[in-house]
């Protein structure tokens, strides 16, 4: 949870932490509201402006929630790439999966800049760059705005698009999932999940796929 006094009162939203848990500066991802209570002050804070930080981070999508596999995809709608900037980032993400494959679907081309910005990071960083090569791949896809890749994803997997792009379908025997984006988004990807044999985990019992809400102001 972070957020600001705004009057006499704390005003406080759920974020997810976008940053590596290495890295020295926590980074947020955040949509802009013009008159949302909390976005619209956010915005303008400055450098040296202090900021309400809870310090108990909770959340579901976390590596330990999941059972060992080959294949890792990371299934976001805008905001909710957020907390996989930090699981890309994470040398452990590739200690336990072969290739990780983070998807992003926006309604337009000049959301999706936040991911793009940070995958060329990652393969220009000189320590993240060796884990990596060939084994980390971004899907961004919009659906109001053709680009080079088109639709919303649970659409690629309720047709053949997935497996032409992918090479195969979702598989319980070797791939995992985090999911984290809209309510209804959840529930679509929730479904096809289940559909395809795969069990939801937690940090108790990890399963094959996990959700997040994407918390927006
Ligand atoms: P679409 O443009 O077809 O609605 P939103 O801003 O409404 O949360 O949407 C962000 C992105 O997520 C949009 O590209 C939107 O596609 C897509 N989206 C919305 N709902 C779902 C859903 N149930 N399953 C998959 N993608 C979704």
């Known amino acids: 949870m972070i957020g600001l006094n705004i009057g006499d009162k704390p005003v406080l939203r759920a974020y997810s932490i976008a940053s590596p848990n290495w890295h020295e500066e926590f980074e947020f991802y955040s949509i802009k509201v013009e008159d949302g209570p909390l976005t619209s002050k956010l915005q303008q804070l400055k450098e040296g402006d202090n900021i309400i930080f809870r310090n108990k981070p909770v959340g579901t999508l976390v590596n ?30 590739y200690e336990k999966f072969n290739e990780v494959i983070l998807f992003q679907t926006c309604r337009y081309i000049n959301e999706l800049e936040f991911g793009k910005h940070t995958i060329d990071a990652i393969f220009k960083d000189e320590l993240l760059s060796e884990f990596v090569t060939d084994r980390l791949r971004f899907i961004p896809t919009t659906t109001r705005e053709p680009s080079q890749y088109f639709g919303r994803v649970t659409d690629w997997l309720r047709s053949k698009k997935f497996v032409e792009e992918i090479g195969s379908d979702l598989n319980p025997l070797e791939d995992r999932a985090m999911i984290c984006g809209s309510a209804a988004m959840l529930n679509e990807f929730k479904e096809i999940c289940i559909e395809r044999g795969m069990e939801e985990g937690s940090n108790s019992t990890p399963g094959h796929f996990v959700i997040e809400k994407a918390f927006v102001d």
Do not use: H, Y
């Not at 905001?79 to 996989?84: C, D, E, L, N, V």
């Open 64 to 93: 330990d929630a999941l059972l060992k596999g080959k294949r890792l995809f990371l299934f976001s709608t805008g905001t909710g790439i957020a907390p996989f900037t930090s699981i890309i980032r994470d040398p452990e993400t």
